[in-house]
């Protein structure tokens, strides 16, 4: 861990910019932030993670109307979102339902929903590095 | 594509990247937890897989 004096703070006006477009896009926050390493690293791992998880016939389903018969799956769903737009256009072109008889049915779900997961943790990294808490 | 083995490497080696970049600052560091979490990852589902080895299938 460096010393808090070499870490450098981008600005507390970046912090809500940053956010948005690490939500909107895995990494795009870092890397709006300067943190091109850091930023294209976790485009490629958390991009990686939701293409793999959507070719393994995951299914995206949209979390609202919430069904209470299964609430784990509104839970899923939210997870896989946080993946911002890549959400979107993979349902956009058609991958929603998914293949319930594939036998990567259930990778594909954890994938996509992990990697959703880990965007969350990505975009509060953003918001740290963006008022100078972290590197 | 379907082994088990084959995704358990490939989701490993992913999520122990973003785990390493968030929670590493140095090249030299993110590499050494990098490997360790992958590490840790791959070990932990041999030995789940061992001890769930003698339950009925």
């Known amino acids: 861990m460096p ?5 450098t703070a981008v600005g507390a006006r970046s912090a809500i910019p940053a956010c948005i477009l690490a939500w909107l896009l895995p990494g795009a926050g870092h890397l709006y932030l300067g943190r ?6 976790f485009l490629g791992a958390l991009g990686a993670l939701f293409v793999l998880g959507v070719a393994m016939d995951a299914q995206l389903r949209f979390p609202f109307p919430v069904v209470f018969e299964d609430p784990l799956a509104v839970l899923r769903s939210t997870a896989q979102m946080a993946i911002g737009l890549p959400y979107l256009a993979a349902r956009s072109l058609g991958f929603v339902s998914g293949d319930v008889t594939s036998p990567l049915f259930e990778y594909g779900n954890t994938f996509t929903e992990v990697g959703g997961l880990l965007n969350i943790l990505v975009i509060l990294d953003a918001h740290d590095v963006a008022v100078g808490r972290r590197p | 594509m379907a082994s088990h083995l084959a995704l358990l490497v490939v989701f490993a080696g992913l999520v122990s990247t973003v785990f390493a970049l968030l929670l590493r600052d140095d090249a030299r560091s993110r590499l050494r937890f990098g490997l360790l979490c992958f590490g ?11 001890l769930m080895y003698p339950l009925p299938g």
Not at chain 1, 3 to 7: A, F, G
Not at chain 1, 36 to 41: D, S
Not at chain 2, 40 to 50: C, E, K, M, P
């Open chain 1, 3 to 7: 010393d808090s004096t070499t870490r």
């Open chain 1, 36 to 41: 091109t390493a850091k930023g294209l690293g």
């Open chain 2, 40 to 50: 840790a990852f791959v070990a932990s589902v041999f030995a789940a897989g061992w």
